[in-house]
C-alpha cells in the first residue's frame, strides 16, 4: 500500500509542467525591505554581467546541486536496465518516476537562483561595507562572499519546501505524515514561518 502511495504522487508530478511553472514563483522569496529591497534588487538584476555570473555559481553551487539529487533529464538504456536488474518493474518505474521530477527540480533551482543572485549580490555589498569602530574593514571579499551564500542558503531553506528536520513537523516526518501531508510540505512551513514571526 505504501509503495502505491508514493508511487501515485509520482505520477502526479511526472512532467508536471504546472508545479514546475508555479515553483519559479518562488524567486520574489529572496526580497524583502532591507539590503535587498525592491529597487536595490533592480541595481543589482541590471548588472546583467554579475547577475548571470551569480546566478551560474547559485545554480552550480553544492547546495543546488544536492536539491536536484543528480537528476538528468534524460533516461538512457543502460540506466533502464540497471534499474531493471537491481529492482526488476519497480525499479524502472522509480527510474523513470525519478526523470519525471527533472521540470519541477530544474524550476526550483532556477527560482532559488534567479532570486537568490540579487539578494546574494547585495548581501555580499552589506558586509564588504561592515567597519569596525576603527574604520577597518571586518570582511574581506572572501569572507563577505562566503558569509552571504551561508545567509541566501539558510533564506531558500526557510523559504523553499525543505525536507530539514528542523524545517519540518512532527507530523511532517511521521509514517502517516510523509502520506497523508506529501502535497501541504510548504503550506505547513509558512504557518510555522507566520506562527513564528
Known amino acids: 500500500v505504501l509503495n502505491y502511495i508514493n508511487q501515485s504522487q509520482g505520477a502526479i508530478m511526472f512532467l508536471n509542467m504546472r508545479s514546475a511553472l508555479l515553483q519559479t514563483i518562488s524567486a520574489t522569496n529572496y526580497m524583502n525591505w532591507s539590503f535587498n529591497n525592491p529597487v536595490k534588487a533592480g541595481k543589482a538584476f541590471a548588472n546583467q554581467p554579475q547577475y548571470w555570473k551569480d ?18 533529464i534524460n533516461v538512457i538504456e543502460r540506466d533502464i536496465a540497471t534499474a531493471a536488474g537491481k529492482g526488476g518493474v519497480r525499479g524502472v518505474t522509480a527510474r523513470l518516476l525519478q526523470a519525471g521530477f527533472t521540470p519541477t527540480q530544474i524550476a526550483d533551482s532556477f527560482a532559488i537562483s534567479a532570486g537568490g543572485s ?8 552589506t558586509y564588504e561595507k561592515q567597519t569596525d569602530v576603527d574604520g577597518n574593514k571586518i570582511y574581506t571579499k572572501e569572507q563577505a562572499e562566503k558569509k552571504a551564500f551561508q545567509d541566501f542558503r539558510e533564506t531558500a531553506e526557510e523559504s523553499q519546501q525543505s525536507s530539514r528536520p528542523d524545517k519540518i513537523s512532527a507530523e511532517q516526518a511521521s ?3 510523509r502520506h497523508v501531508l506529501a502535497f501541504a510540505n510548504t503550506p505547513a512551513q509558512y504557518a510555522r514561518i507566520i506562527k513564528k514571526a
Open 55 to 72: 546566478f551560474t555559481k547559485l545554480f552550480n553551487s553544492e547546495f543546488l546541486k544536492d536539491r536536484r539529487a543528480g537528476l538528468r
Open 175 to 177: 509514517g502517516l505524515g
Open 118 to 125: 540579487t539578494f546574494y549580490r547585495n548581501r555580499i555589498k
